[in-house]
């Protein structure tokens, strides 16, 4: 089992009114995640990214105003306070340039001593795009293939020096991207850092086969998960890829009690700390794209048909079709007497994992026995310290019954995933 710890930062997960919960910009939260991480044997800490503060009907959205941190810069300063623990930064192939960000990632895999790992993602948001001088749109198919040849290209200044350290010119020709010249810095310690694809769509499984060491996903029951592992693992073949050569981890919550029944009250209790009466007015409010203020959250849900592209929620991408989703949600309500909140609550919160911990552990271990996935990317509910009952009372388990690593057995993020170095390509 591959384990892999999700630095909370600015999402709807995070509890923002715990009396625990601290700063998601100081340094020393990044470092208490990132030990707890490496204390625990994971196998990377992951970065996500925000390249514009997103907008709800006019206004900045609340949860972004605290800060979004640059992930390689932090990851940069987190090598130097971490020995084994691999360091990914989500960086965005639409609005980076293959040279720039090429030779970043190779300068954080050497000052890491080969622990660095880059996930790619695209964007086709003209609201994003503003914040770049040449606006940056592109159509969703467009994306897609700037970012397979923004990756090759990658590679390709990687291999532009030889294991033994010589330096040789580089140069591409393609759609994207025009280059030549030669790379400054030597080739890293696990030849190329760790690519992860974040994606659920036919075009990103197919980007993550062709080109991805790890598939960041998300699918709520042991049966969606073992089709979509099935499918994704079929399309390796396609490229002359193994089926170990990409690991599927999809993001997952945990909530751990000492008991079944008390795990259960818990979840329930963040569920609703997460979901506020305002919370569920907004994400309402994204779904319908349309002002519900007028609407009481403990009421029903609106009447009203859902607005297409309306312009009320900027920066933010909707996954589905919002129709469909509105009828689900309609549903649901009906069907168990739920208000407008409690409808938010049951639909777009629900942990993952729930239980005592010899009850999480049996159904993470189940999850990679059954074929449904790879391993785990965690996402706790609070910043610093949601990982602390995980690592302390679950991965015990997990190492005591052979189903996860009790030591590190190398130091580069390669060999913690299994994953062989690449061949040179010079």
Same mark, same amino acid.
């Given at each position: 089992?591959?384990?892999?710890?999700? %630095?909370?930062?600015?999402?709807?997960?995070?509890?923002?009114?715990? #009396?625990?919960?601290?700063?998601?910009?100081?340094?020393?939260?990044?470092?208490?995640? *990132?030990?707890?991480?490496? @204390?625990?044997?994971?196998? %990377?800490? %992951?970065?996500?990214?925000?390249?514009?503060?997103?907008?709800?009907?006019?206004?900045?959205?609340?949860?972004?105003?605290?800060?979004? #941190?640059?992930?390689?810069?932090?990851?940069?300063?987190?090598?130097?306070?971490?020995?084994?623990?691999?360091?990914?930064?989500?960086?965005?192939?639409?609005?980076?340039?293959?040279?720039?960000?090429?030779?970043?990632?190779?300068?954080?895999?050497?000052?890491? +001593?080969?622990?660095? /790992?880059?996930?790619?993602?695209?964007?086709?948001? *003209? %609201?994003?795009?503003?914040?770049?001088? !040449?606006?940056?749109?592109?159509?969703?198919?467009?994306?897609?293939?700037?970012?397979?040849?923004?990756?090759?290209?990658?590679?390709?200044?990687?291999?532009?020096?030889?294991?033994?350290?010589?330096?040789?010119?580089?140069?591409?020709?393609?759609?994207?991207?025009?280059?030549?010249?030669?790379?400054?810095?030597? &080739?890293?310690?696990?030849?190329?850092?760790?690519?992860?694809?974040?994606?659920?769509?036919?075009?990103?499984?197919?980007?993550?086969?062709?080109?991805?060491?790890?598939?960041?996903?998300?699918?709520?029951?042991? +049966?969606?998960?073992?089709?979509?592992?099935?499918?994704?693992?079929?399309?390796?073949?396609?490229?002359?890829?193994?089926?170990?050569?990409?690991?599927?981890?999809?993001?997952?919550?945990?909530?751990?009690?000492?008991?079944?029944?008390?795990?259960?009250? &818990?979840?329930?209790?963040?569920?609703?700390?997460?979901?506020?009466?305002?919370? /569920?007015?907004?994400?309402?409010?994204?779904?319908?794209?349309?002002?519900?203020? *007028?609407?009481?959250?403990?009421?029903?849900?609106?009447?009203?048909?859902?607005?297409?592209?309306?312009?009320?929620?900027?920066?933010?991408?909707?996954?589905?079709?919002?129709?469909?989703?509105?009828?689900?949600?309609?549903?649901?309500?009906?069907?168990?007497?739920?208000?407008? !909140?409690?409808?938010?609550?049951?639909?777009?919160?629900?942990?993952?994992?729930?239980?005592?911990? @010899?009850?999480?552990?049996?159904?993470?271990?189940?999850?990679?026995?059954?074929?449904?996935?790879?391993?785990?990317?965690?996402?706790?509910?609070?910043?610093?310290?949601?990982?602390?009952?995980?690592?302390?009372?679950?991965?015990?388990?997990?190492?005591?019954?052979?189903?996860?690593?009790?030591?590190?057995?190398?130091?580069?993020?390669?060999?913690?995933?299994?994953?062989?170095?690449?061949?040179?390509?010079?």
């Amino acid at each position: 089992m591959h384990l892999a710890a999700h %630095f909370p930062g600015v999402n709807a997960t995070t509890v923002w009114a715990d #009396p625990r919960s601290r700063s998601q910009i100081d340094f020393s939260s990044f470092v208490h995640l *990132a030990r707890t991480a490496e @204390r625990g044997k994971f196998d %990377f800490f %992951f970065l996500a990214e925000g390249l514009r503060l997103r907008e709800h009907n006019g206004r900045i959205h609340d949860l972004d105003v605290v800060g979004r #941190p640059e992930s390689l810069t932090v990851l940069s300063a987190l090598a130097a306070v971490t020995e084994r623990l691999g360091l990914a930064a989500t960086v965005n192939a639409t609005f980076n340039e293959p040279y720039e960000l090429a030779r970043r990632l190779a300068t954080l895999d050497h000052l890491s +001593e080969g622990r660095a /790992a880059w996930n790619v993602v695209t964007s086709s948001d *003209a %609201f994003t795009g503003e914040n770049f001088r !040449r606006g940056g749109y592109l159509d969703r198919a467009e994306r897609y293939t700037r970012a397979a040849e923004f990756v090759a290209t990658a590679r390709e200044l990687w291999d532009s020096w030889t294991p033994d350290g010589a330096s040789r010119p580089f140069a591409h020709e393609g759609g994207q991207f025009t280059i030549s010249g030669e790379f400054t810095v030597p &080739r890293s310690p696990q030849g190329h850092p760790v690519v992860i694809q974040a994606g659920d769509s036919g075009e990103g499984r197919e980007f993550a086969a062709s080109a991805a060491d790890i598939i960041f996903t998300r699918h709520g029951t042991l +049966e969606a998960g073992r089709a979509f592992y099935a499918d994704v693992k079929a399309r390796l073949a396609a490229y002359g890829r193994e089926p170990d050569d990409l690991k599927i981890m999809p993001g997952v919550t945990v909530v751990v009690g000492d008991t079944d029944a008390e795990a259960q009250e &818990r979840a329930y209790e963040i569920r609703r700390q997460q979901v506020s009466p305002q919370n /569920a007015l907004l994400a309402a409010e994204q779904l319908w794209g349309r002002d519900l203020s *007028a609407y009481d959250p403990d009421g029903p849900l609106p009447e009203v048909d859902p607005v297409v592209d309306s312009g009320l929620v900027k920066g933010r991408v909707l996954h589905g079709d919002p129709f469909a989703v509105v009828a689900r949600w309609r549903a649901v309500a009906a069907a168990k007497g739920l208000s407008l !909140r409690q409808t938010v609550i049951e639909t777009t919160t629900r942990q993952s994992f729930i239980g005592s911990p @010899r009850t999480v552990a049996a159904e993470l271990t189940a999850f990679v026995d059954e074929r449904a996935a790879d391993g785990f990317i965690l996402v706790p509910h609070l910043t610093p310290g949601g990982l602390d009952d995980f690592v302390d009372r679950v991965v015990p388990l997990l190492q005591e019954s052979g189903a996860f690593r009790s030591e590190y057995s190398g130091s580069t993020l390669r060999s913690h995933l299994g994953l062989a170095e690449p061949v040179w390509k010079g």
